[in-house]
């Protein structure tokens, strides 16, 4: 949970600037870089702590509802790098 919720960080970094008319294009692209290396790590993760859930004892019910969690608390960084992703955007689009 704490690594999914940590990819808002280099986010609000990266969008802070535009609320302020301080846009530093550097920044902002070190930022989402950031985002999406974070994202992709727990991508990595969120696979292994699946195989690990469905190498268990427990009944294929409870297997379900546990990955059905972990995709729900990954989903968190996901929608962090959707909005990364829309940033890049904006930067390409807006000439910046």
């Known amino acids: 949970m704490k ?3 940590s990819s808002f960080t280099p986010l609000k970094e990266a969008v802070g600037p535009f609320f302020i008319d301080k846009i530093d294009i550097e920044t902002i692209r ?3 870089k950031e985002v999406g290396i974070i994202e992709s790590a727990l991508d990595k993760k969120e696979w292994d702590i699946t195989r690990d859930i469905f190498k268990t004892n427990l009944d294929y019910g409870h ?3 546990l990955k ?3 995709a729900r608390i990954v989903e968190i960084s ?5 909005a990364d992703d829309e940033l ?3 930067i390409i ?3 910046l």
């Open 63 to 65: 297997n379900v509802h």
């Open 88 to 90: 890049e955007i904006i």
């Open 30 to 32: 070190e930022k989402t």
């Open 78 to 82: 996901d929608r962090a790098e959707d």
């Open 68 to 70: 059905l969690c972990l």
């Open 93 to 95: 689009k807006g000439g």
């Open 3 to 5: 690594n999914s919720v």
